[in-house]
């Protein structure tokens, strides 16, 4: 079988790594700019919500979130209905440094498609989709106690 997976990862953890350093100026660390700009592109979310989104576990946002807060990036605050619901705002500052994370975002993937085709980019977008579907359900049914069975 094709090495598919460790050719994504690879891509994955250089476009990571490049945005590590590129965002510490703002003191984002460690993928943290992905979580601001989730927030940013959908105020209001709630942890649990923006654990799905992102497919990380929920002590993971929990950690990355507080971090935000802690360096005034996001604001929680209570849901209108339900008081133990803590919901997630951008701040001011975090809108600000959203508009460098498109900037960044658009960048990288100039150039990771650089010299394919229009026909070729909508082919690997059409892949990447259904591959990231099967494995988002594979995702949430270990998340929820299954075992996969090698």
Known sequence: MADILREIGMIARA?????????QQYDLTKGQYLYLARI??????????????????????IRAVQRLVDHQFVEKRPDTTNKKIRRLY?????????????AEEAYSTRTAL?????????????????????????????????????
């Open 90 to 102: 951008p701040t001011e500052r975090a809108r600000l440094v959203y508009q460098r994370t498109i």
């Open 114 to 150: 650089s010299g394919m085709t229009p026909d070729q980019v909508d082919q690997l977008t059409t892949l990447l989709h259904q591959a990231r579907l099967n494995v988002t359900a594979d995702w949430d049914r270990v998340k929820h106690g299954a075992h996969r069975d090698y």
């Open 40 to 61: 940013c592109e959908h105020p209001g979310i709630i942890q649990e919500q923006l654990s799905k989104l992102i497919m990380v576990d929920r002590t993971t946002v």
């Open 15 to 23: 476009l990571d790594s490049i945005s590590n350093v590129e965002f």
